[in-house]
Nanobody, 121 residues
Framework: QVQLVESGGGLVQAGGSLRLSCAAS????????MGWYCQAPGKQRELVAT???????SYADSVKDRFTISRDNAKNTVYLQMNSLKPEDTAVYYC???????????????WGQGTQVTVSS
């Protein structure tokens, strides 16, 4: 079983910054891609950014040039640096990890519990 523990959410004024962290723990073979998703009230969960083990990144158009995803493979941790925050960025942010089970046979998709980000105007 794998646990993803997020931290770093909170309340910030528009134009401000936050840094989210997500650490994976438990027993597993290895982690492939990691990422961040967000879900605003009344909306579906949507992709914010992803990063591969090798460091290749992808971003939603709405956050390009404002958010930066990074990871520390040795610590099994992924980060999301959020700059120039806007009220429309307000959502619960979820960490995601694509993990190879300890058996080395199958892949499992894990989610964190979510962390609230609120941007006031």
């Amino acid at each position: 079983q794998v646990q993803l523990v997020e931290s770093g959410g909170g309340l910030v004024q528009a134009g401000g910054s936050l840094r989210l962290s997500c650490a994976a723990s438990g027993i597993f073979f290895r982690i492939n891609s990691m990422g961040w998703y967000c879900q605003a009230p009344g909306k579906q969960r949507e992709l914010v950014a992803t990063i591969t083990t090798g460091g290749a990144t992808s971003y939603a158009d709405s956050v390009k040039d404002r958010f930066t995803i990074s990871r520390d493979n040795a610590k099994n941790t992924v980060y999301l640096q959020m700059n120039s925050l806007k009220p429309e960025d307000t959502a619960v942010y979820y960490c995601n990890a694509h993990v190879l089970h300890s058996s080395g046979i199958w892949w499992v998709n894990y989610w964190g519990q979510g962390t609230q980000v609120t941007v006031s105007s």
